[in-house]
């Protein structure tokens, strides 16, 4: 069987995370399966990257040395589960001449004073490219060949929308068929680093954040895998947030369309990017927990190969941490392109509208964003809108998140909506606004973080999900 396996920087924790990611690719290696590795950077580095890049251009200079020298102990840290001693020393040198190349990155943007979308994808895409061949060297070491490339060496071609690159499909399939197959042939493991392509041009570009999940679908799509692995932290999709739910459990299996909702609404199991491949695709996912490869996990179909679950409700999803905007202004109504202008205003900032809810006399709405742009949003609409004489207030409010109701068996299925609504009312929790999308598989609504466990607990228990079948 052919196969592209995922690891996550979860999985890729630490040394011991890293050894049992080596261990299991060596266990089904064994069963003569033709594998592809995929790899995240290691937990926690991507946000080390960003969180540098936000005081490269200002005076706290000691911010480059310091993300520097605590990559280098990440990184060797996990060097330790290199069971050889020359491919160890092989990988610490690799490591140590990429951070090497990150400092002088670095240092040139910081002197210049400035970052361009491009020269932001270049330092995000060292956190794949020092993960790599870390991996690929620790599972070398169990006797299997490996080759460590990134996503451009690899094939994939995109375009150059730095910051989230979308890749030239026709281009990229050929190229990665071309690319790794012969090293396949050879007995070769490729271990590619995920969230990393190139443009025409040959200049890095990155996917996006979760864009490793993107890269394993875009290889297993170019390689027509018979399976897309992904391996995780967890036993897979849950029914709830284990730990918002005492009695969550396991989904067996699930529509690909219910998978992108729950995965949108905060279940960071899988990226909705790369669902969307497999929607589009006969490709097949499965989700397994990397400390349990035994288990079956989640098997993600097509919606006509799993059964509508009883109630409708197949899982409940959360979105935490958010803020509210709320727009009113009396010249709103009637007013054409006003949310177009409010959403471009947010997406110029790279801020992600999580919900967006509109009255329907059209003067007042009412926008998620996560509370960590709160900030930067309430200053970007603001400075645009109030001077305009169409918005009369914005206001914010904190403290809230986003709860959603996800199953396929509500399309067409009468009383959900009102079942969801007199879960909360029971038990006295106010929702502050409410949204459906038109394809009728979630119901999503927000609520103040303190009743968040609650909420959540409430719908699980309403809807009997927990003896479900599905």
């Given at each position: 069987m052919r196969m592209v396996m995922k690891f996550g920087g979860a999985a890729l924790k630490d040394a011991k995370g890293i050894d049992q990611v080596a261990n299991v690719t060596k266990t089904f290696a064994d069963?003569?399966?033709?594998?592809?590795?995929?790899?995240?950077?290691?937990?926690?580095?991507?946000?080390?990257?960003?969180?540098?890049?936000?005081?490269?251009?200002?005076?706290?200079?000691?911010?480059?040395?310091?993300?520097?020298?605590?990559?280098?102990?990440?990184?060797?840290?996990?060097?330790?589960?290199?069971k050889d001693q020359r491919l160890a020393s092989q990988a610490i040198k690799?490591?140590?001449a990429q951070l090497d190349d990150l400092k002088n990155v670095a240092l040139g943007m910081s002197h210049v004073g400035e970052m361009t979308p491009r020269s932001k994808d270049l330092l995000l895409s060292f956190g794949e490219r020092l993960s790599t061949p870390i991996v690929a060297s620790a599972i070398e070491a169990r006797g299997i060949k490996t080759k460590p490339?990134?996503?451009?060496?690899?094939?994939?071609?995109?375009?150059e929308n730095f910051g989230s690159a979308e890749p030239l499909m026709n281009v990229t399939a050929m190229q990665v068929k071309q690319n790794l197959e012969p090293l396949m042939a050879d007995g070769v493991m490729p271990v590619v680093a995920g969230f990393i392509g190139v443009t025409q041009k040959g200049i890095m570009t990155t996917l996006g954040r979760g864009g490793s999940d993107y890269t394993a679908a875009i290889v297993g799509l170019s390689l027509k895998a018979d399976e897309l692995w992904f391996w995780k932290d967890v036993p897979g999709i849950m029914t709830a947030d284990p730990s918002l739910c005492k009695d969550s459990r396991l989904i067996n299996r699930i529509a690909f369309d219910e998978a992108i909702e729950i995965a949108h609404f905060g279940a960071r199991v899988i990226h909705p990017r790369a669902l969307e491949i497999g929607l589009e695709s006969n490709l097949v996912y499965r989700i397994k927990s990397a400390w349990k490869p035994s288990d079956e996990g989640t098997l993600i179909v097509r919606?006509?190969?799993t059964k509508a679950e009883h109630g409708g409700v197949k899982a409940i999803s959360v979105i935490d941490k958010v803020h509210l905007i709320n727009i009113s202004?009396?010249?709103?109504?009637?007013?054409?392109?006003?949310?177009?202008?409010?959403?471009?205003?947010?997406?110029?900032?790279?801020?992600d509208v999580l919900m967006i809810s509109q009255s329907s006399s059209e003067a007042n709405m009412s926008i998620a964003v996560p509370e960590a742009d709160s900030e930067e949003a309430m200053n970007a609409l603001e400075l645009s809108l109030l001077g305009s004489k169409l918005v009369r207030e914005i206001t914010g409010e904190g403290g809230y998140c986003i709860v959603a109701v996800v199953g396929r068996g509500m399309r067409g299925t009468p009383g959900v909506?009102?079942?969801?609504?007199?879960?909360?009312?029971?038990?006295?929790?106010?929702?502050?606004?409410?949204?459906?999308?038109?394809?009728?598989?979630?119901?999503?609504?927000?609520?103040?973080?303190?009743?968040e466990k609650a909420a959540v607990q409430a719908l699980h228990d309403d809807f009997r999900l927990s003896s479900n079948s599905n």
């Open positions: 069963k003569k399966h033709e594998i592809v590795i995929v790899v995240s950077a290691l937990s926690g580095v991507t946000d080390s990257l960003v969180e540098m890049m936000k005081h490269i251009t200002s005076s706290r200079k000691n911010w480059i040395d310091n993300t520097i020298d605590q990559l280098a102990s990440t990184h060797i840290g996990a060097v330790k589960a290199i690799t490591v140590r490339i990134t996503g451009g060496e690899a094939g994939i071609l995109t375009d919606s006509n190969e202004g009396a010249r709103l109504v009637g007013t054409p392109r006003v949310a177009a202008r409010v959403l471009e205003l947010l997406a110029n900032e790279d801020i909506a009102a079942k969801v609504f007199k879960s909360m009312a029971d038990r006295k929790i106010n929702i502050r606004t409410i949204a459906q999308g038109s394809s009728e598989l979630n119901i999503s609504f927000m609520v103040s973080m303190k009743d």
